[in-house]
């Protein structure tokens, strides 16, 4: 977790091209879930995936954003990934609270981040039979330990969630964004730098996913 701004909360997600979109889905529904301060029936709160029970939100709107930033992940490791190689991506989510601007009346609210999830995902091509069963247990296991490490942070910090004012809407906007969330503060230096950084990315993917294999017991 971030000691400075908004707390961070840090996950690893890992999966092979055809489950990606299911456990970015499950991983986002459940931080959702944690995060949505309305009343949700028991009887339509979780959902399977790959045979865990997650929790879900059955908000359409939130329904529809989550199956839209999942599905273009996916298309974009598939895209990025070499020719049976593995992939690394990362997804952000992030709630805020209005505030409204000192001096004004009206129509000047800012939106003021209050908490920040970075979700790193790491695709790995299953290269055997051998390999497809191995990549589907690690995907579980991963899977459950994520979910294990949302309830963990979201039950071990509560003090910074802003004030609740409203209770028959959701009372904090959120986005999720692929990459990290765009920046308007960053100085043309951190540009460069930045640019600089994402050249040397393509190269280090299959590298990193590999490790994760590796160190998954996969290949």
Known sequence: MNAEGPPEFLLEAFADPNTVRDVVRGI???IFFMRFFQSIQAATATRDCLGIDLAYVPDSAIETLIDQRATSLARQLDAERPSGGGGRGQI???FFEKKRRKGTWFGADDELCWERWTIKITVAEPKTESDRAKVRKATETTLRS???????Y???HMDHIPPITESNV??????IYIGNP???QQSP?????AATAA?????RVDAVAGGWAKKMGIY
């Open 146 to 152: 994520t979910v294990f490490k949302i309830m963990t």
């Open 182 to 184: 765009p920046s308007n």
């Open 199 to 203: 050249a040397g990315v393509g190269a």
């Open 170 to 175: 959701n009372p904090f906007p959120y986005r």
């Open 154 to 156: 979201v039950t071990g």
């Open 189 to 193: 230096s951190s540009q460069q730098k």
């Open 28 to 30: 986002l529904h459940t």
């Open 92 to 94: 952000t989510v992030q």
